[in-house]
């Protein structure tokens, strides 16, 4: 069979308010994103596994709020007051490797004081961040959390026809199906194994189906593929 040759184009990942898919999965952490500025805390850490959604919320948040996005690597690099002079901030990929503690203890500290917002997405709790400087151990201790949970039946269906609908692949019901049945169950792997559907149909001319499906699962076990929640 002969294949046709594929460019790498990048596509435009969709970041509105209204691309979001909202479950049960997810309603708690929406509800808290659509209450701004309507917080009960003036700092809240949004935790969720890898592909749950954060990165997604964070900037709709940013979009909202006008705030500025940093990196938690990045903490320490410039005083507090410059990176909340819009007085909302948002703050990806925390704690990370190399946090400056004592910069994100000034930054907590001088978002209440100054009644500003502060938005950190975690794949992790942040009472379970190690981190060695007690003042901030009871800080993380305190702040509010909202928590996406694992992708429910509705949200991963959702993900996968609205990844389909956004490269214009007409999809039968029954692959949608065979997919949920066999993946795993993260919006991570959806996005991966609906990429490699895109890219085996048009080297190959064909639609996709439930035969093209098996084959995509498949290459599901080829190292690097899909990201490690």
Known sequence: MSRQLVLDLPLRTALGRDDFLVTPSNAAAVAMI????????????LVGDGGSGKTHLLE??????????V????????PPDKLLETGALAIDNAPGDALDER???????????TGGHTLIASAS???????????LASRLRALAVARLDPPDDALLR??????????????????????????PRSLDAARA?????DALALAEKTPVS???????????????????E
């Open 210 to 228: 439930r035969a093209l499906a098996a084959r995509a699962l498949q290459r599901m076990t080829e190292p690097g593929l899909f990201p490690e």
């Open 34 to 45: 659509d209450r701004y500025p309507d917080w009960p805390h003036h700092v809240v850490v």
């Open 71 to 78: 990196s938690a690597a990045a903490l320490g690099r410039e």
């Open 125 to 135: 709790d942040p009472a379970q961040w190690t981190v060695k400087l007690p003042d």
């Open 158 to 183: 959702g993900v996968l026809v609205k990844h389909f609908a956004d490269r214009q692949i007409g999809v039968e019901e029954p692959v949608i199906s065979y997919l949920m049945l066999r993946m």
């Open 60 to 69: 709709v948040w940013r979009q909202a709020s006008g705030a500025r996005l």
């Open 193 to 197: 194994i609906v990429a490699e559907l």
């Open 103 to 113: 910069a994100l203890f000034h930054l907590l500290n001088l978002t209440r004081e």
